[in-house]
């Protein structure tokens, strides 16, 4: 323990996800003692990102605005929207440069052990988009864990109407992995789960 | 396969030891509290990852030490093997194999072990718990794929359990308990695949269980087992529930037809999870009914008996593995079995794993085990190997 606003410090950064006592002391005393940080430019930045980031009114993905930059962006894909869980998603996708259409950020996946079930998540914002707008194709990019698998089956059924594809990621072994480092657990259940390929 | 050789440092009571061990049959003698299972453990510990005795690592690491190790060398045909794990008490265990870092579960694909303990009486008189562990564990050994299967039925079981505990204290919104059936569809599915391969491998281990009793007890003995579902209604510790009054030998049902009666089950008991916030049907409860000369097993079998079926299980697992290895048998730990067995079956016993390629045997008291199993005697005292009296019996271990 150190004395009190010190350790106050240690406290509040060791209550970020992924920064344990250890790291949190040190980034303490990193800011302690390095004369030339800028204390003053880090607290206002966390001011700033409160005060001016909100989420977009139509996808939910991270905006400086009312809405996103992709949903401002006329010369995206307004037929296809991607679903995705998490803003963080959204940026992945964004770097594969393989995909030209909108977002749909849930803000999560089922999950009651969270708390988490289809009212705390934006299913309802979704559906309405789809009757408002031209949309033909609905990417669902949940995680590929059980959580996500339950979600983008619940959005498969709620999301059943003429005219509209679903589809779903492909995924099992990991995207760019090699088969030779995919470990026997991984690999064992890709085997067992395998499908007919369509002609 | 065989350990050729085995050091430890700082493991259990062993501040260091080195043990030339030989394929073939090793005793290891000493009085009580000196070790000897201690060092049987430690092999178990690299082929599985966990003790037979504890459930967390700690304990393996001596008292006052910060980390213990376990390093063996392994023989198999022409190939020599070294296999390393560090225990660590503050942070995440290591391994490596021939020098070379690799993650501690990988370890159980380059050494195979099969340990019989006192602790496994339970797996005949204990709890369900006990022999679904069992099942499991020989299961995940014999196709890896299972571990992931099993982790991800728990969590489903996690996740519908809330559910229905939520909805029990009418906590919850309408809209939560839509999704209990995309949770059912989960759990039917994972606990399919669960049961279809634990009936799969008790269809496999019946033989041998049944030759393994019979070869130690004698052929009027007939011990057998059979998977009990609490989706067909079997209801093993809980009588009040519905049940649908059948138990019929599920035998080798279709993974279609293990789905279906699952999906059946849950629409059954599905007032009583409401009530009470749990699953009650699925893998997770069922049980693996052991059954010598048309009895059952668990009440009614003597001590003699149920320690007999108890090691029948472990000889089976040794004789599958054996069965599906490509680097050789198993490795076979009896613990404190002797003992326990009269005369007769000491004899059986003996001759029963004279055939693996290594044994590895523990006993308070020399005497106990049969003279061939005596060909190569380690004596230990107080975390030491030491020299003892040879293989002769008189003079032994001063108890
Ligand atoms: N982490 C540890 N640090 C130090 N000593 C330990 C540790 N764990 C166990 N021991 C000691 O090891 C001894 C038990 O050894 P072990 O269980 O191998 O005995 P054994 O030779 O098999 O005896 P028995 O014939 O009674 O089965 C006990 O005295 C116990 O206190
Ligand atoms: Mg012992
Ligand atoms: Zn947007």
């Known amino acids: 323990m150190y004395e009190g606003i010190v350790q106050e410090l240690i406290d509040e950064l060791g209550r970020l996800p992924g920064i344990g006592p250890k790291s949190a002391q040190r980034i303490a005393f990193h800011i302690l003692q390095t004369q030339s940080f800028d204390t003053t430019r880090l607290a206002q930045i966390l001011m700033d990102v409160r005060e001016k980031v909100r989420f977009c009114s139509i996808c939910g993905n991270v905006s400086e605005q009312d809405t996103c930059t992709i949903c401002r962006d006329p010369r995206r894909n307004q037929a296809i929207i991607c679903v995705v869980e998490e803003a963080k998603d959204v940026a992945a996708i964004e770097r594969t440069r393989e995909f030209r259409g909108l977002y749909h950020v849930l803000g999560g996946a089922l999950s009651p052990i969270d708390g988490i079930g289809p009212n705390e998540l934006r299913f309802t914002q979704l559906v309405q988009r789809l009757a408002d707008a031209a949309v033909t194709e609905v990417i669902i990019a949940t995680d590929p864990n059980l959580e996500g698998e339950a979600t983008a089956t619940y959005l498969s059924r709620l999301l059943v109407q003429p005219g509209l594809r679903v589809t779903r990621l492909a995924s099992g072994l990991p995207v760019g992995g090699d088969l030779e480092y995919a470990d026997e657990v991984t690999l064992g259940r890709a085997f067992e789960g395998r499908r007919v390929v369509e002609a | ?399």
Do not use: C
């Not at chain 2, 320690?307 to 089976?316: E, H, R, V, Y």
């Open chain 2, 1 to 399: 396969m065989i350990v050729s050789h085995l050091s430890l440092t700082d493991f259990r009571n062993y501040v260091s030891a080195e043990v030339e061990l030989r394929a073939g049959p090793n005793l290891f003698v000493g009085s009580n509290g000196q070790g000897k299972t201690n060092l049987i453990e430690s092999i178990g510990y690299l082929s599985t990852l966990a003790s037979h005795r504890v459930s967390t690592d700690h304990a393996l690491i001596r008292q006052g030490s910060e980390l213990a190790i376990v390093r063996a060398r392994l023989e198999h045909a022409d190939r020599t093997l070294l296999v390393e794990v560090q225990v660590n008490r503050a942070s995440a265990n290591r391994a490596q194999v021939n020098r070379v870092a690799v993650k501690p579960r990988e370890l159980p694909r380059y050494i195979t072990s099969v340990l019989f303990a006192p602790e496994d009486l339970a797996l005949v008189r204990g709890e369900p718990s006990g022999r679904r562990r069992f099942v499991d564990q020989l299961l995940v050994q014999l196709s890896p794929r299972f571990s992931g299967v099993i982790a991800d039925y728990e969590r489903v079981l996690k996740q519908r359990n809330t559910l229905l505990k939520s909805a029990r204290g009418a906590r919850v919104a309408e809209g939560q308990l839509s999704t209990l059936g995309l949770w059912d569809e989960r759990l039917v599915a994972f606990g399919t695949e669960i049961i279809q391969g634990r009936q799969e491998l008790v269809e496999r281990l019946r033989p041998q269980v049944a030759m393994a009793y019979a070869s130690i007890a004698g052929i009027q003995h007939r011990a057998d087992m059979i998977m009990q579902l609490t989706t067909l209604g079997v209801q093993p510790d809980d009588d009040d529930l519905p049940s649908a009054g059948q138990s019929a030998n599920p035998g080798s049902a279709s993974a279609d037809e293990i789905a279906e009666s699952f999906r059946a089950a849950l629409s059954r008991v599905r007032r009583a999870e409401l009530e009470r916030g749990l699953t009650l049907v699925g893998p997770h409860r069922d049980d693996l009914l052991l059954e010598l000369n048309g009895l059952p097993a668990r009440g009614y079998a003597s001590h003699g008996e149920s320690w007999s079926f108890a090691l029948s299980l472990k000889l089976a697992s040794a004789a599958v593995l054996r069965a599906e290895s490509a680097v050789g048998d198993p490795i076979v730990i009896l613990d404190d079995v002797f003992a326990e067995l009269d005369e007769a079956r000491r004899a059986q016993l003996a001759s029963a794993i004279g055939d693996y390629e290594q044994v590895l045997i523990t006993a308070a008291v020399f005497d106990d085990v049969p003279e061939p199993l005596a060909a190569h005697v380690v004596h230990i005292m107080a975390g030491e190997i030491v020299e003892g009296p040879t293989a002769s019996k008189a003079g032994e271990d001063g108890l």
